[in-house]
């Protein structure tokens, strides 16, 4: 009975210090948007402002790098998806020990070092003329995201029973009335969890777009030069802002789960 109160307590205190590892550093960024110091920091503190928003708004290469960045996790989403369900659905349908290999192929890209993924994709499409851009980051970040959105769906898969659709062709329905009406639904919430990590991971993405954005900066790499050049607490400013967004979003996701599955219930 003694080892299980100290269990419990033990977990409890792991989940505390996880959340306050995990938020501290996120209450301190949302602290030093309000502070009246040049600098990023809630130390000294200098007084309350709301001037950083401000001097966000007028901050019209910083509001261009982010557009950017929307502009290719955009284009990534568009491409990605699609190849992470194809090679899903393929690989759910391999059997033996091509499988094996077939598997650690489409997972290579995602193991490769994103600065080796960058310069490898800028070769290739210079030699076909194709400078650096937004195409250019679409691609090389195509080629590793696409990976994790493969593994969401696969994984989605394997707890599928296929003997629904054999009943669905077994009744007359073809290949594309089975995969529309029963196997699609079945994968959508993997889907949409999959685009929303690979809208993620091309946001954030650094190491690959350093070597293939030309001229078109994206967020992560704009943010990365103002670190030479000195950081205001603007960026305290968007990072607060597109946190609020998340939040709220995640919060509308769950109340809408959750009257869904009140509904299904009844």
């Not at 996701?253 to 009140?262: G, L, N, T």
């Given at each position: 009975?003694?080892?299980?109160?100290?269990?419990?307590?033990?977990?409890?205190?792991?989940?505390?210090?996880?959340?306050?590892?995990?938020?501290?550093?996120?209450?301190?960024?949302?602290?030093?948007?309000?502070?009246?110091?040049?600098?990023?920091?809630?130390?000294?503190?200098?007084?309350?402002?709301?001037?950083?928003?401000?001097?966000?708004?007028?901050?019209?290469?910083?509001?261009?790098?982010?557009?950017?960045?929307?502009?290719?996790?955009?284009?990534?989403?568009?491409?990605?998806?699609?190849?992470?369900?194809?090679?899903?659905?393929?690989?759910?349908?391999?059997?033996?020990?091509?499988?094996?290999?077939?598997?650690?192929?489409?997972?290579?890209?995602?193991?490769?070092?994103?600065?080796?993924?960058?310069?490898?994709?800028?070769?290739?499409?210079?030699?076909?003329?194709?400078?650096?851009?937004?195409?250019?980051?679409?691609?090389?970040?195509?080629?590793?995201?696409?990976?994790?959105?493969?593994?969401?769906?696969?994984?989605?898969?394997?707890?599928?029973?296929?003997?629904?659709?054999?009943?669905?062709?077994?009744?007359?329905?073809?290949?594309?009335?089975?995969?529309?009406?029963?196997?699609?639904?079945?994968?959508?919430?993997?889907?949409?969890s999959a685009a929303a990590i690979a809208f993620l991971q091309s946001f954030e993405n650094y190491n690959t777009t350093l070597f293939v954005k030309g001229y078109d900066t994206t967020l992560t790499v704009y943010i990365a030069s103002?670190?030479?050049?000195?950081?205001?607490?603007?960026?305290?400013?968007?990072?607060?802002?597109?946190?609020?967004?998340?939040?709220?979003?995640?919060?509308?996701?769950?109340?809408?789960?959750?009257?869904?599955?009140?509904?299904?219930?009844?």
């Open positions: 009975m003694k080892s299980e109160i100290i269990m419990r307590w033990g977990v409890r205190f792991y989940i505390g210090v996880f959340f306050l590892y995990l938020f501290t550093p996120l209450i301190i960024m949302g602290l030093a948007t309000f502070n009246d110091s040049r600098f990023p920091t809630v130390s000294p503190w200098k007084g309350a402002t709301l001037k950083w928003f401000e001097a966000l708004a007028q901050d019209g290469a910083m509001w261009k790098a982010l557009w950017t960045s929307i502009i290719v996790a955009a284009g990534v989403l568009i491409i990605a998806v699609p190849i992470g369900i194809c090679c899903a659905l393929f690989l759910s349908t391999v059997q033996g020990r091509g499988k094996t290999f077939l598997y650690s192929l489409m997972m290579s890209p995602l193991l490769t070092p994103g600065v080796i993924v960058g310069i490898s994709t800028l070769i290739f499409w210079k030699g076909l003329s194709v400078s650096g851009g937004v195409f250019l980051t679409v691609m090389a970040q195509t080629t590793f995201i696409a990976a994790y959105v493969m593994l969401m769906v696969l994984a989605r898969l394997q707890r599928f029973d296929r003997t629904l659709e054999n009943a669905a062709l077994s009744l007359g329905a073809t290949q594309w009335q089975t995969f529309r009406r029963i196997l699609l639904p079945y994968l959508k919430p993997a889907i949409i103002k670190v030479r050049t000195g950081l205001t607490p603007a960026v305290n400013a968007l990072g607060l802002v597109m946190i609020s967004i998340t939040v709220l979003l995640a919060i509308v996701y769950e109340v809408k789960r959750r009257r869904e599955a009140e509904t299904g219930s009844l």
